[in-house]
């Protein structure tokens, strides 16, 4: 069928900007969604790809080989200046973390191509319009763009770790390598698994303030340590960001039985959201987790409640 080639050009990403730090800002949960996205998600680098205007190529509007072609030259400087500045985020130091970042933002572009990303928001809308553009609306386009996006994933990780690859090696081996077999996680679960990382960083950091304000209450029995400055508002804080948290892990666990019903998948030691957290982090026990974030673990209870 006939193809729309009108462009959107108004809302256009001018420049990618450096990464925030983890834990700069909270995972949204916008009211319009049944999901909450992970910032470095929203930080996606997507320059070129929604700079995709209406072109001068003669060949453009007849020719899709041309178009889709035309598509990976710009995803491909896009990819790699992701890469970039992942690394930068992490001070061109390697890490575990900054392995996983630069996959679950690779497998991030793999969902816009075909069409499964869960953002939608802003210049996602805008790449989505042009991919349209590129390869058509009906049904044999959808499939078009998933079947593009695993003929070519490959190169596209290679292109997204070429200069990241070279700066590492200059200290020592590169160690991060992406499995590129064509059925991955779906974004639901990579999206629990960092946010099962984020959790645990910034519980540690909480607790460590917990213990360090509220200490007093080990050494005064008889005094409601709860209850003097420094304790009480590092226990509200406390509340406020695991209340937070317990907010965003019943949607994300609610959006993953959600897709894994609709789409019937069948993964083998993933029956429920938890079993994401058990894989991903090391020593976690649900029982523990579950008591931690509805606040009925010993540590808060003992420093945060007054009696």
């Known amino acids: 069928g006939a193809i729309n080639q009108i462009f959107l050009q108004n809302n256009v990403m001018d420049k990618c900007n450096d990464k925030r730090k983890r834990g700069e800002r909270d ?38 080989i041309f178009r889709k072609s035309y598509f990976e030259r710009r995803l491909i400087y896009d990819v790699g200046a992701e890469g970039d500045l992942l690394l930068k985020k992490y001070n061109n130091v390697y890490s575990e973390d900054l392995c996983k970042d630069i ?31 590129i390869f058509g609306t ?27 690859k070279k700066e ?19 974004q639901i679960y990579r999206w629990i698994r960092e946010w099962g990382r984020d959790y645990m ?7 460590r303030k917990l213990n360090e304000k509220c200490e007093g209450k080990l050494y005064y029995s008889t005094m409601l ?4 400055p420094p304790c009480n508002n590092t226990c509200k804080s406390y509340d406020e960001w695991i209340t937070g948290k317990k907010k965003q892990w019943d949607v994300l666990s609610t ?14 030691n993933i029956a429920r ?24 673990d010993n540590l808060y209870n003992y420093f945060c409640v007054c009696i």
């Not at 959006?255 to 083998?268: D, L, R």
């Open 273 to 296: 959201a938890y079993d994401i957290l058990k894989q991903e982090l090391n020593g976690f026990n649900e029982v523990t987790f579950e008591n931690e974030i509805n606040k009925r």
């Open 255 to 268: 959006k993953f039985s959600s897709v894994k019903k609709a789409q019937k998948i069948e993964t083998e």
């Open 201 to 207: 960083s910034e519980f540690r950091e909480q607790r």
């Open 225 to 228: 340590i709860c209850t003097l």
């Open 138 to 164: 009906d049904e044999k386009a959808k499939e078009d763009r998933k079947e593009w996006w695993n003929d070519h994933k490959k190169d596209i990780w290679k292109a997204m770790i070429l200069s990241v």
């Open 27 to 64: 995972w949204d949960c916008p009211t319009e969604k049944d999901v909450c996205i992970p910032d470095r998600r929203y930080q996606l680098c997507m320059m070129e790809i929604t700079n995709l205007v209406d072109n001068t190529y003669t060949h453009f509007h007849s020719d899709i």
């Open 103 to 133: 996959k679950w933002s690779l497998e991030d572009f793999g969902d816009i191509i075909m069409g499964t990303d869960m953002e939608g928001i802003g210049y996602s809308l805008v790449v989505e319009n042009n991919l349209r553009s």
């Open 168 to 186: 590492k090696n200059r200290y020592s081996a590169w160690s991060c390598k992406e499995d590129v077999q064509i059925n991955v996680e779906p």
